[in-house]
């Protein structure tokens, strides 16, 4: 089919609540996709952040084929090596939690908060999360996230959300009362702007609920699994939460979430207060497996950390050219270009020429590149940038 085949038989049968990019994927290795005109992009945000080996890793790609030939998928009846691997593996990594394997980090939060509300009680039900958070498009999630325009056409939301200003410490205690179950925070916002908290707030949060009966939660499926150079964003707060979420890059593009909690919060899921079909499906934890042993064994966190500083220097530099870039954020394989004008035009100018970047609350260039991306490549991808912001400047610094 060709490229207009397949946009005008989306436009009869799929339904267009995405705005998408007039291209046509057909293949994807490393950080690099291809169209079906043959034309090549530079890939600074593989699969959204799921894709953090780089798309089709060989290991991912030869455990889900090793995986196919022997058992797809077992409802959860029955047991599984597999998903006694991955919940050890994460235990391991992590704090020692057991896991809840689901779909996606929606339903991953989802979980938390219905294990939070299970464990606190019925008179304890409010959990306080934080402005310009995201934590899913479910409606216990979407009504947890701290963002207006998500809610839009959605009223009425779940109720029992309290949202105050990310990285205040005052806000969240001032919010708690005898209602409070749990705090929901990301480590780092990633949909809000790549939004680095100060290095005592995760603790005084930990504090804070401690002090008061609370559970936190920390939302890893952005920063988890390797993405900050550690393999929870917690960690470089050396703090542990009693309930972390998973999802993107933990199958690096499998379709997986987890829920990990503290053994003896997660007992308050009994048999028959929680479930998903496809939760723990063999052939997506096979994924993870091999994501996780392969991040390990080829000691990828150190490289998150260096490639990562090697792109923050690239943007640093970038920002030195372009007046309107008002600032450069990032931890490990997470980035953010702040600028002072709107950033989707840079973000289409981009793609133009062969590079995919994201921008985020409008005016944030995110990007999650792959742990995998070369030097030359980052090298490549800033030309790329440069070129088009040095296109649009003149557009976008007079409107």
Not at 133 to 144: E, I
Not at 209 to 234: A, K, M, P, S
Request: charged share 20%.
């Amino acid at each position: 089919m060709t490229r207009q085949e397949v946009i005008d038989q989306y436009g009869r049968c799929v339904i267009g609540n995405y705005g998408r990019v007039p291209v046509v994927i057909v293949r994807a290795e490393g950080s690099r996709m291809w169209d079906n005109d043959g034309r090549s992009y530079l890939d600074l945000f593989p699969g959204w952040g799921c894709s953090l080996l780089g798309h089709c890793h060989p290991r991912v790609v030869e455990a889900i084929r090793e995986q196919a030939g022997r058992l797809i998928h077992v409802d959860n009846t029955f047991y599984t090596v597999e998903q006694g691997r991955l919940a050890q593996l994460l235990a391991d990594l992590g704090f020692g939690g057991c896991s809840f394997f689901c779909n996606s980090g929606a339903e991953a939060n989802e979980a938390a908060i219905k294990l939070a509300r299970r464990v606190a009680g019925p008179s304890r039900f409010r959990i306080i999360t934080m402005e310009r958070s995201f934590h899913g498009r479910t409606y216990a999630a979407m009504s947890a996230t701290g963002q207006s325009r998500i809610h839009q056409g959605h009223a009425p939301l779940v109720p029992g959300f309290v949202h105050v200003p990310f990285d205040d410490v005052d806000a969240v205690r001032a919010a708690i009362t005898g209602e409070t179950a749990a705090v929901m925070v990301e480590p780092i916002q990633g949909e809000g702007g790549v939004v680095i908290p100060d290095d005592g707030y995760l603790p005084a949060l930990r504090e804070l609920c401690d002090e008061h009966g609370l559970l936190l939660i920390v939302d890893e499926v952005q920063t988890g699994c390797g993405r900050t150079g550690r393999w929870f964003g917690y960690q470089h707060a050396g703090i542990e939460p009693d309930i972390m979420t998973l999802a993107k890059a933990l199958g690096n593009g499998a379709p997986i979430g987890a829920m990990v909690a503290r053994p003896e919060v997660a007992s308050a899921l009994t048999p028959g207060s929680h479930a998903t079909t496809y939760g723990a499906n063999p052939l997506v934890v096979a994924a993870a497996i091999a994501t996780l042993e392969t991040i390990a064994r080829e000691n990828l966190l150190e490289r998150a950390r260096v490639i990562g500083e090697y792109i923050l220097g690239k943007a640093r530099a970038l920002a030195g050219r372009f007046g309107f870039i008002e600032a450069v954020r990032g931890r490990g394989l997470m980035i953010g270009i702040e600028l002072s004008v709107p950033g989707a035009e840079i973000v289409k100018a981009a793609l133009e020429r062969g590079l995919r970047i994201n921008c985020t609350q409008q005016t944030v260039l995110r990007m999650l590149p792959a742990m995998t991306i070369s030097e030359a490549e980052i090298d490549e991808a800033f030309e790329i940038l440069a070129e088009a912001i040095r296109e649009c400047e003149s557009r976008l610094v007079t409107t």
